[in-house]
Nanobody, 120 residues
């Protein structure tokens, strides 16, 4: 059973930084990409950042230049480095893993979510 375990959320003031971590456990045949999504109250879940196994990244326009998504392939762990945080970054952040089994069937896994609150 594959599990994603997130950590690092919390309460910070505007302009501060925060680093989220997402570690995978369980048997994964092929891990194609990992990413971070967020969902604010009353809004739909949205992509924040994503990185493929080859290292290609894409970011939401709202976080470009402020967030990065480092990845440790050896540990199947992904991070979200968030700098210059704004109140509008407040949301529950979810880790996502895009996998394939040995016959190529894709499956996505989600973490339980971690709360990030940016407030003075």
């Amino acid at each position: 059973q594959v599990q994603l375990v997130e950590s690092g959320g919390g309460l910070v003031q505007p302009g501060e930084s925060l680093r989220l971590s997402c570690a995978t456990s369980g048997s994964i045949f092929r891990l194609n990409a990992m990413g971070w999504y967020r969902q604010a109250p009353g809004k739909q879940r949205e992509l924040v950042a994503r990185i493929t196994s080859g290292g290609s990244t894409n970011y939401a326009d709202s976080v470009k230049g402020r967030f990065t998504i480092p990845r440790d392939n050896g540990k199947n762990t992904v991070y979200l480095q968030m700098n210059s945080l704004k109140p509008e970054d407040t949301a529950v952040y979810y880790c996502n893993a895009e996998t394939q089994n040995y016959v190529g069937v894709p499956r996505a896994y989600w973490g339980q979510g971690t709360q990030v609150t940016v407030s003075s």
